[in-house]
């Protein structure tokens, strides 16, 4: 509630503000309840409180820290 109630207040004070994001779903550390949440907050926006969303999934290059858990992530982001 706290970024709806600030956006409010944005576009109250300067009218005309175009306010965009990313939305970036599938970190490894992501849980089920954390991509819910996400998709609540965006189900609660009313029209036009963004000029423009992005989603995308997390991005995962080769190295030391990818592993089989990263991977399975990844497919996950890309359910999502």
Request: glycine share 8%; charged share 35%.
């Amino acid at each position: 509630e706290g970024y709806l109630a600030l956006f409010k207040k944005l576009r109250e004070r300067i009218p005309g503000i175009a306010i965009r994001s990313t939305f970036i779903s599938g970190f490894p550390t992501e849980t089920e309840e954390d991509f819910e949440g996400m998709k609540n907050f965006l189900r609660r926006l009313k029209p036009n409180t963004f000029e423009d969303i992005f989603a995308a999934i997390a991005l995962f290059r080769p190295g030391p820290a990818t592993n089989i858990d990263t991977y399975i992530k990844r497919k996950e982001g890309k359910r999502k």
